[in-house]
């Protein structure tokens, strides 16, 4: 079955610049997209199709996927970005998630 | 606004059945699929199955394959999710999740707030 790896946990300190990097067999062949997660909360789509994002969600968040590597990247690092972050992709009708990063911002 | 309404979580015996059901508003159900995704406590997301808009395509994890049904009525804006021969790994929250297009296996641009399901005795 298809898997996808993410780092356990990502620490940035605010105003940088967090990657958060997503890795699966071809993944830049298919469709990739993140979801942040608070705690307490529902997840929430904050890219889909590799680098689109859905209204609302601020443009220091952005996307790419290529290769065999998908990257979330958060610009401008602020204290309500710390959440856990997750991948997605899929195939015909099979979906799959990567693990999760719990991204802190110290 | 897009709203999605969980129920029929539980704590239920090992072996025994559960079904779930999603009530959906603020868009047109019969457009897009829907999924539903699980969340152990303190773990992850794990995808459960989706389904495509008029049904014509289904998918369902392995960890679930041949145990959990999904379905969907268009005409009640709703969708269920039938569990059977539970175990204890099945323990989690239940979100029922949107699709962003009709096809089943895409992304999920809305969720629930989830219906708690307990396999214990």
């Known amino acids: 079955s298809y898997e996808l790896t993410q780092p356990p946990s990502v620490s940035v300190s605010p105003g940088q610049t967090a990657s958060i990097t997503c890795s699966g067999d071809k993944l830049g062949d298919k469709y990739a997209c993140w979801y942040q997660q608070k705690p307490g909360q529902s997840p929430v789509l904050v890219i889909y199709?590799?680098?689109k994002r859905p209204s609302g969600i601020p443009e220091r968040i952005s996307g790419s996927n290529s290769g065999n590597t998908a990257t979330l990247t958060i610009s401008g690092t602020q204290a309500m970005d710390e959440a856990d972050y997750y991948c997605q992709a899929w195939d015909s009708s099979s979906v799959v998630f990567g693990g999760g990063t719990k991204l802190t911002v110290l | 606004e897009v709203q999605l309404v969980e129920s029929g979580g539980g704590l239920v015996q090992p072996g025994r059945s559960l079904r779930l059901s999603c009530a959906a508003s603020g868009f047109t159900f019969d457009d897009y699929a829907m999924h539903w995704v699980r969340q152990a406590p303190g773990k992850g997301l794990e995808w459960v199955s989706g389904?495509?808009?008029?049904?014509?395509?289904?998918g369902y994890a392995e960890s679930v394959k041949g145990r959990f049904t999904i379905s969907r009525d268009n005409a009640k804006n709703s969708l269920y999710l039938q569990m059977s021969s539970l175990r204890a790994e099945d323990t989690a929250l239940y979100y029922c999740?949107?699709?962003?297009?009709?096809?089943?296996?895409?992304?999920?641009?809305?969720w629930g707030q989830g219906t708690l399901v307990t396999v214990s005795s």
């Open positions: 999740a949107k699709g962003g297009t009709a096809a089943a296996g895409t992304y999920c641009d809305y």
């Open positions: 199709q590799d680098i």
């Open positions: 389904i495509s808009w008029n049904s014509g395509s289904i």
